[in-house]
């Protein structure tokens, strides 16, 4: 199983990758991930990342790519992989196509969690997290039994600053912009598979299961 999850901000995106990960057994590769990760290993490409990070610079895609190829590399790939986060823009979806050819591990399909801008805003500006135990509520979807209060250990839960709806909109704004053209990239190569990302966890986790079974038959 080789695939990208794309999806906006709040789609839930990483909650289905973990589940994913458990499932079929193959690494979530974030490139996040990678850059810190390179970064603290103090690998060639790793120096080479820290020297834009600290001048205040977008890594450039070249060194991304490189990232990628290294961890496509280990052992733990040899079954598939779940790309999370690149690409963003049709440039690295073409310059990722090249690469995983090269590879020789292409993608099997692209997975779209679809939700509303509406719901989204609510899931995200609605977020509220424990400043003790780290437990995540949403005063919309699923509230804590006291106002303010955690029910795990009834510490204090805390708004993320970023998490309001002027944030969330511009955010929302640049995935449509850079992102949503991906849709319609991976439409035309026949691989994309759009999953409805509303309603109960593990309704959602079954559709994008059904769709990657498809993928792989």
Do not use: W
């Not at 996040?32 to 990760?37: I, K, N, V």
């Not at 779940?82 to 997975?111: M, T, V, W």
Request: glycine letters at 8%.
């Amino acid at each position: 199983m080789r695939i990208v999850l794309l999806g906006a901000p709040g789609s839930g995106k990483g909650t289905q990758a973990q589940k994913l990960i458990e499932k079929y057994h193959v690494p979530q590769i974030s490139t996040g991930d990678l850059l810190r990760a390179a970064v603290a290993s103090g690998s060639d490409l790793g120096k080479k990342a820290k020297k834009f990070m600290d001048e205040g610079q977008l890594v450039t895609d070249e060194l991304v790519l490189g990232m990628i190829e290294e961890r496509l590399a280990q052992e733990d790939t040899k079954n598939g992989y779940i790309l999370d986060g690149f690409p963003r823009n049709i440039p690295q979806a073409e310059a990722l196509d090249k690469l995983l050819s090269k590879l020789q591990k292409p993608l099997d399909g692209a997975i779209l969690i679809d939700v509303d801008f509406d719901i989204l805003l609510k899931r995200i500006t609605g977020r509220r997290t424990c400043d003790s135990c780290g437990q995540v509520y949403n005063i919309y979807s699923s509230p804590p039994s006291k106002e303010g209060a955690c029910d795990k250990c009834d510490g204090t839960l805390q708004h993320r600053s970023d998490d309001n709806e002027q944030t969330i909109s511009s955010r929302l704004k640049v995935y449509e912009e850079q992102t949503c053209p991906l849709i319609d990239y991976y439409s035309e190569q026949s691989i994309l598979r759009k999953i409805k990302g509303t309603g109960d966890i593990e309704d959602i986790f079954k559709r994008v299961c059904s769709a990657i079974d498809l993928l792989n038959k």
